[in-house]
């Protein structure tokens, strides 16, 4: 490879959407990834217990997250996101059986609100205006601070919403976190909130299309090279120092970083970053889900949240799941497919089973976990960062991730231009 280049250090969501772009901006690029595999905490895996590939965790989409089709779109992989026509959610009650179905309507002015059929049984208008607040509070406040947390509603539609789109409790979760995610989806109406998964799996959606995506513009991506450290020198990096050995930089070489908060800190000394964590706990079964299972069913009352159908196999997600970690394994399988059996009225024989505790599934998205997120930008002039856990404005989603992903890469773009080695004679950026 000749040339300047840019190292992206991370193969993950931020990693590759970042090396996407600086491909199309037409730099060099070179993806350094410590793993075996691309893909980090968004990924499909054989699992033997289940002799199936199957995703670390089930991942939902909303038709809102303009970035993150963007990128799949770019990748030529955005028609594996499977969804419904309309915004629709199917919920269930664990405990009392009960079922109802949202339906916000497609436009931003919210008449789906007048239709008693359109919304969670037992709950009043008002209810649904309740996080109103949360548009005007202060950057300190929590959910509970700004939104009432009590209710046929908040237990109904608020708190499955928030804690999917926070995992954290929403009583403790950022207030501004909160009404980012709503303002983007629920209040810009239906077309915005459909809901979408990769049904094929996380890899063959999010992943391997930018690898063959990549490949084909002659990045190179390398596996099971974990950068270690980097050294500095007037401001820049001056060398990458690898497992395998060092890598000196060229005057104008970029660095992007791309990997979890903490290994980031390690790298980058001084830097601020979240340091408080949620879990997310995910159950799958080896069974196929039966005729007319919804394909993602939100569940009330009950150990399980979230109940996703997959050819051949159903899983469940559990959010800020912190308290089961220390559960054996066995007693988290039985339980779960308990209430699962009873919500699909499958039998209640546990099938084959595995359960993926993510310790880190992402960082607590409380307030003061929030305000240590850091920007793209850094003190050094030749690194940008990326990551979910930077600050994009969202909680640790996909979306989020994407953004973070261009915003670094417009930031190496932009410092290749305004490197004087870039300049034309003219002093004008090529
Ligand atoms: C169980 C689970 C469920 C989730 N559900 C959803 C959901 O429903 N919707 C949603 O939008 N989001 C969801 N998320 C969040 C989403 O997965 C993340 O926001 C996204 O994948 C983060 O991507 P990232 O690139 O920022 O970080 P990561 O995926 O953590 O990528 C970092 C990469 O850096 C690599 N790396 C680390 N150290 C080094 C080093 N020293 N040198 C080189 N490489 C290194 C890692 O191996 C990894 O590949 C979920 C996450 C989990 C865990």
């Known amino acids: 490879m000749t040339g300047r280049i840019v190292h992206v250090i991370g193969a993950g969501v931020a990693g590759l959407s970042a090396a996407v772009r600086l491909v199309d901006a037409g730099l060099n690029v070179i993806v350094h990834e410590a793993a075996r595999a691309a893909g980090g905490r968004c990924r499909s895996y054989y699992d033997q217990s289940l002799d199936l590939v199957i995703d670390n965790g089930n991942h939902l989409l909303l038709s809102g997250n303009h970035r993150a089709l963007e990128y799949l779109g770019r990748i030529g992989s955005l028609d594996k996101l499977r969804g419904p026509r309309s915004a629709i959610f199917d919920f269930a009650d664990a405990q009392s059986g009960e079922r109802w179905r949202l339906r916000p309507n497609a436009g931003r002015l919210p008449w789906w609100l007048l239709d008693r059929r359109r919304r969670a049984p037992g709950t009043t ?43 954290t409790d ?66 820049r990096a001056a060398e990458l120092e690898f497992e395998a050995g060092r890598k000196a930089l060229a005057g104008d070489d970029g660095v992007l970083i791309a990997v979890p908060p903490r290994t980031a800190q390690d790298l980058l000394p001084g830097l601020e970053a979240p340091d408080e964590f949620r879990a997310i706990v995910n159950a799958h079964f080896r069974i196929a889900p039966p005729q007319g299972q919804p394909r993602i069913l939100g569940v009330v009352n009950g150990l399980t949240e979230w109940l996703f159908a997959y050819p051949g196999h159903l899983s469940t997600t559990i959010s800020a799941a912190d308290r089961l970690l220390d559960r054996p394994r066995e007693e988290l399988a039985a339980e779960i497919w308990r209430e ?91």
Not at 359 to 378: M, V, Y
Request: hydrophobic fraction near 45%; charge should be positive.
């Open 125 to 167: 208008l008002s209810e649904y205006f309740a996080p109103l607040g949360m548009l005007t509070a202060p950057s300190t406040a929590t959910v509970a601070e700004a939104m009432s947390c009590a209710g046929p509603l908040y237990e109904r539609m608020w708190r499955p919403v928030l804690l999917a789109g926070l995992n």
């Open 170 to 235: 929403p009583r403790e979760g950022s207030a501004a976190l909160a009404a980012a995610v709503l303002r983007e989806t629920l209040a810009a109406g239906g077309r915005a909130c459909r809901p979408l998964i990769a049904s094929e799996g996380l890899s063959p959606t999010f992943i391997d299309p930018a690898l063959a995506f990549l490949k084909a513009r002659n990045a190179t991506v390398r596996f099971g090279e974990r950068l270690r450290a980097i050294r500095f020198e007037s401001a």
């Open 340 to 430: 699962a059996a009873a919500l699909t009225g499958l039998p209640p024989g546990l099938p084959r089973w595995q359960i993926v505790k993510e310790k880190r599934a992402t960082f607590a998205a409380t307030p003061a976990q929030n305000a240590k997120r850091p920007p793209s930008h850094t003190r050094w002039k030749n690194v940008a960062l990326a990551g979910d856990w930077t600050q994009t404005g969202l909680p640790a989603t996909i979306e989020g991730a994407v953004r973070s992903g261009h915003k670094a890469a417009s930031i190496i773009v932009e410092m290749r231009a305004c490197a004087p080695q870039a300049r034309t004679a003219t002093g004008v950026s090529p």
